[in-house]
């Protein structure tokens, strides 16, 4: 086997046969290149017995990273360490540990059966000039494996399907839960671009310190743990693995912490979707393709990302045209013209995307989304085989308050457990409310007594489920007045502009 310098001898002069070969070929007529282009290969192949494989990073249109790459990337960066001479550091899974890997444009050498191999990490840069805080979307990177010729088989038959698999639990071994979001970066060409920014998933919550009630908190584990060893199930049954969850009720009645205890239950990345960044249908389309398998894709106030709803409604049209009609009034007066940068994302877009065909890349995900107001939603999104998982968080119920308790301030029981109970049969108080008041406020012994205290206080000041659909109705009403009124006030400026059409006619 050639050492490292005569392999480096003999590129060089590879290189030289093919400058000699580029400046030649000008002055032969195009018959005799051929020809000769021909020989040259050959001779080529015959002095150069090493074959290159290339694994670029990303293929075709940019779509998805190529899974080979990540998986090689695992693999060297385990066995690179002491091998290569540029390395690059990290922090480690458990975040006191450093994992070093190659850094860019470097050579290793590995070993199998015996056989001398080498990788090389290949990074080239687009001369286009841009300016970013963020690095360059232009930047090409690929692995290269060089090996002799004759050991061809054995490198695509044992070689590098053993990569690719200890690539892959090296990945799952070393990983580093992530929080996702979609944030724009500036691009020179698009003006606007989207990725997946993260940081370290590091919320605590789980389903022990979730306070709900034991049966449904039960069942929701159960599901989601039949859900995570499904895989053949779903292939079975021709479905994609995925499930939809949405979580709905009032605030601070822990949908997100829910999501956070279900992230840390299934070991899964967050992906925190909003909605409102995302340019258009395609943009989605392209941000969803890029969540690996074992996440959460999650859309907080779904009700409040997008007029998702609307645009399905009678009188859109109506809408519409008064905001056609305002915006020519703004433009008239020199204003800029609105909603160049609005998110154009729509209803049968997301749809698309959490079930059509695209859904089914990527493999084991979850779909969450959040709302307060489950009734403002459009029945498409919501339905059964969509979002498989309806669950209803609620007021704080007395199995709830137990579990706050405990987490709070340690207690399990107290004299002043059945009076609460009594309380939270009648009166409406989150858990976020409850929480609050249970939360220690200095660090005196006897704080379990005056939080408990101040808990029974708060109950007894708030209002009971009566008061609260009362008062929630009259809001309803306020609302309908003032929707009511505006709509008057618009049809009579549109009847006065009419009449003063037909007078001017
Ligand atoms: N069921 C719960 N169990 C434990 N803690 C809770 C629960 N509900 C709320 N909390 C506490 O209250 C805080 C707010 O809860 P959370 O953000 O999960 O509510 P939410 O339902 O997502 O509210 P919103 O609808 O306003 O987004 C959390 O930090 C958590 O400490
Ligand atoms: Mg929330």
């Not at 990983?175 to 944030?183: A, D, E, G, M």
């Not at 808990?455 to 489920?465: D, G, N, P, R, Y």
């Amino acid at each position: 086997m050639m050492n490292s310098d005569s392999f480096a001898g003999l590129g060089s002069t590879i290189a030289s046969l093919m400058l000699l070969w580029a400046v030649c070929r000008q002055y032969f007529p195009y018959q005799l290149e051929n020809y000769f282009s021909k020989y040259y290969t050959k001779f080529i192949t015959l002095i150069y017995p090493y074959i290159e494989i290339s694994f670029p990073e990303y293929s075709g249109q940019r779509l998805k990273r190529s899974e080979a790459y990540t998986a090689i990337e695992s693999y060297l960066s385990n066995t690179t360490s002491e091998r290569a001479k540029r390395l690059k550091a990290e922090i480690g899974h458990d975040s006191d540990k450093l994992i070093l890997s190659m850094a860019e444009n470097e050579e290793i050498t590995d070993e199998f059966c015996g056989v001398k191999l080498w990788w090389f990490s290949n990074k080239t840069s687009s001369d286009r000039q841009t300016i970013s805080f963020y690095p360059n979307d232009d930047d090409k990177r690929s692995y290269r494996l060089t090996f002799h010729r004759r050991h061809r088989t054995m490198i695509n038959e044992s070689y590098l399907p053993l990569v690719i698999q200890q690539g892959k639990a090296i990945a799952v071994q070393m990983r580093k839960r992530k929080l996702y979001t979609n944030s724009s970066t500036f691009d020179y060409n698009e003006f606007r671009k989207l990725v997946w920014s993260h940081v370290p998933f590091e919320h605590p919550a789980t389903f022990e310190t979730l306070a709900m009630e034991p049966e449904m908190k039960l069942e929701i584990i159960q599901d989601l743990m039949k859900f995570s060893k499904s895989k053949e199930y779903y292939a079975k049954i021709g479905k994609p693995w995925k499930r939809g969850y949405l979580l709905y009720g009032p605030p601070g009645t822990g949908k997100s912490t829910m999501i956070a205890a279900m992230a840390n239950l299934l070991d899964y990345d967050v992906y925190d979707l909003e909605l409102t960044a995302v340019k258009d249908n395609s943009a989605l389309r392209k941000l969803l393709l890029n969540i690996t398998s074992k996440s959460m894709i999650v859309i907080e106030d779904i009700d409040c990302s997008l007029d998702l709803t609307g645009k399905r409604k009678a009188g859109e049209n109506q809408q519409e045209e008064n905001k056609e009609e305002e915006e020519k009034k703004k433009a008239a007066m020199g204003a800029p013209p609105a909603g160049k940068d609005e998110c154009k994302v729509t209803l049968s877009g997301l749809l698309n995307c959490i079930d059509g065909l695209w859904s089914a890349c990527g493999g084991e995900k979850l779909i969450v989304f959040t709302t307060n107001h489950i009734e403002k939603l459009d029945p498409a999104l919501i339905r059964r085989g969509r979002m498989d998982k309806h669950i209803e968080l609620g007021y704080c119920g007395y199995e709830g308050f137990k579990v706050l308790a405990k987490n709070y301030l340690g207690v399990e029981s107290h004299p002043l457990f059945d009076s609460i109970q009594e309380l939270l049969k009648e009166k409406k108080m989150s858990p976020a409310d409850v929480a609050e008041n249970l939360m220690p406020k200095n660090e005196s012994e006897d704080q379990a007594d005056l939080c408990l205290q101040s808990l029974v206080k708060a109950l007894k000041e708030c209002k009971s489920e009566n008061e609260k659909v009362g008062e929630e109705e009259v809001k309803e009403e306020e609302n309908m007045e003032v929707k009511t009124n505006e709509e008057k006030l618009v049809n009579d400026v549109k009847v006065g502009d009419d009449d003063a059409k037909e007078n001017k006619d």
